[in-house]
């Protein structure tokens, strides 16, 4: 168990250009999830998946995001076109399920800088 | 709808003092309620969780929260605080045991004086 891992940790873009993170979860766990959490907020929750099916998807996300995880492994969150309104913390979380029910384990993030 | 309000965007205590950490939910269904952790440069983990049966939560390292349907709240304590304490600590609220549908109250961060 190595833990969720995502990477860059740190991305700065100018506004305008595609970014793409990666997340890759603990083995063997079937869900995904994506959060972003901006200064002084908690997370907010972006989609998730069950293995590579995206299950929902925050009514709030704009269409200019995309998600994918194709194999049922690793996940991808794609920004297109970034404003500086996307400047965050990104959050990836993989899940167990078991006795006591579902549990997350979080990634550190990704930290996206638009200028 | 849901929300979650936690008092207090910064909360300071000595070491060795209780800690208390508030948190206020509105839910119109019994909700499921938690508190997660997170310690500089880590990612968030689950502290400890309430769904149903017992209102007293024990948790990992020492905390536990209750739940309180009268005061639809559900305050985080530790009897004494230790300097490894110092994170930020958020608190939770679904309708259900289903993460995707979390709201995340806005955290508080302790602090632990010496």
């Known amino acids: 168990d190595t833990g969720v891992s995502q990477d860059p940790r740190h991305k700065i873009t100018k506004r305008g250009q595609n970014v793409t993170f990666r997340c890759d979860p603990i083995s063997e766990h079937n869900r995904l999830y994506w959060y972003r959490q901006t200064l002084g907020q908690g997370p907010e929750f972006l989609t998730y998946f069950q293995n590579e099916a995206q299950l929902e998807k925050s009514r709030l996300l704009s269409d200019r995001f995309s998600a994918e995880r194709p194999k049922g492994s690793f996940s991808t969150l794609e920004i297109q076109r970034t404003e500086q309104g996307d400047s965050a913390m990104y959050l990836c979380?993989?899940?167990?399920?078991?006795?006591?029910?579902?549990?997350?384990?979080f990634g550190s993030g990704t930290q996206l800088s638009v200028l | 709808a849901q929300s979650v309000t936690q008092l207090g965007s910064h909360v300071s205590v000595s070491e060795g003092a209780l800690v208390l950490l508030r948190c206020n939910y509105s839910s119109s269904v019994p909700p499921y309620l938690f508190w997660y952790v997170q310690y500089p440069n880590q990612g968030l983990q689950l502290l400890l969780k309430?769904?149903?049966?017992a209102t007293l939560v024990k948790g990992i390292n020492g905390f536990e929260a209750e739940f309180k349907k009268s005061e639809t709240s559900f305050h985080l304590t530790k009897p004494s605080a230790h300097m490894s304490d110092a994170a930020e600590y958020f608190c939770?609220?679904?309708?259900?045991?289903?993460?995707?549908?979390?709201?995340w109250g806005a955290g508080t961060k302790l602090i632990i004086k010496p």
């Open positions: 979380a993989s899940s167990s399920t078991g006795v006591g029910g579902e549990k997350l384990f």
């Open positions: 939770a609220v679904s309708p259900s045991d289903s993460n995707y549908q979390l709201i």
């Open positions: 309430y769904t149903t049966g």
